[in-house]
């Protein structure tokens, strides 16, 4: 069974990865070790910083994941900033930000990086359209789960169990090129 550290502080992410990894022989192990994010337009040069730190301290394979809601009408905010914003603000910032406006069109993007010892990293994206809801629904997931409704639905992540989240999911998205990838490449 191959190993496959997932460097995340995230127990939801980590249950994502390894419900969809798990059955491809994969064994996902968290290290939380944390690494700079840095300032950046996107999703990508944020996980590449990431990884490229990592590389310098782990010997092994590793995936590490970053994500963002970008809201339309707040210019895509908060964007690369969406864990700094859900500390700070939290879910009812948010939503006092969108009082009393009506579009409410939204995106998750989702980049996970994928780096084998001696290789240069893969990134794999995914991105779900929809809205953010007028209220918090459900207590499944993380983060901004209970705000956000996919498109084609009428509930938010929040109300969606993990496999039903991740048919729609921005994450889901990413992790199934991750895994179709590993699925070719690890024979």
Same mark, same amino acid.
């Given at each position: 069974? &191959?190993?496959?550290?997932?460097?995340?502080?995230?127990?939801?992410? /980590?249950?994502?990865?390894?419900?969809? /990894?798990?059955?491809?022989?994969?064994?996902?192990?968290?290290?939380?070790? %944390?690494?700079?994010?840095?300032?950046?337009?996107?999703?990508?040069?944020?996980?590449?910083?990431?990884? &490229?730190?990592?590389?310098?301290?782990?010997?092994?394979? +590793?995936?590490?994941?970053?994500?963002?809601?970008?809201?339309?009408?707040? %210019?895509?905010?908060?964007?690369?900033?969406?864990?700094?914003?859900?500390?700070?603000?939290?879910?009812?910032?948010?939503?006092?930000?969108?009082?009393?406006?009506?579009?409410?069109?939204?995106?998750?993007?989702?980049?996970?990086?994928?780096?084998?010892?001696?290789?240069?990293?893969?990134? +794999?994206?995914?991105?779900?359209? %929809?809205?953010?809801?007028?209220?918090?629904?459900?207590?499944?997931?993380? %983060?901004?789960?209970?705000? +956000?409704?996919?498109?084609?639905?009428?509930?938010?992540?929040?109300?969606?169990?993990?496999?039903?989240?991740?048919?729609?999911?921005?994450?889901?998205?990413?992790?199934?090129?991750?895994?179709?990838?590993?699925?070719?490449?690890?024979?």
């Amino acid at each position: 069974m &191959k190993q496959l550290y997932f460097i995340t502080g995230n127990k939801g992410k /980590l249950l994502e990865a390894q419900t969809k /990894l798990g059955v491809l022989g994969i064994k996902i192990v968290q290290r939380n070790m %944390g690494y700079p994010e840095i300032q950046a337009d996107t999703l990508e040069e944020v996980a590449e910083f990431g990884v &490229k730190h990592l590389a310098e301290k782990i010997n092994d394979a +590793f995936i590490l994941e970053d994500a963002g809601l970008f809201i339309e009408n707040l %210019g895509g905010f908060p964007g690369v900033y969406s864990a700094y914003v859900y500390k700070t603000i939290g879910i009812d910032g948010v939503l006092k930000l969108l009082s009393g406006v009506d579009d409410r069109r939204a995106v998750f993007r989702s980049v996970y990086a994928y780096k084998e010892p001696g290789e240069p990293p893969l990134f +794999f994206t995914g991105e779900c359209r %929809g809205c953010i809801s007028r209220e918090k629904k459900g207590s499944h997931g993380f %983060g901004f789960d209970p705000i +956000f409704i996919p498109d084609g639905e009428n509930r938010t992540f929040g109300e969606m169990t993990p496999e039903e989240k991740n048919k729609f999911s921005h994450r889901g998205k990413a992790l199934e090129k991750l895994y179709r990838f590993l699925e070719e490449n690890l024979g």
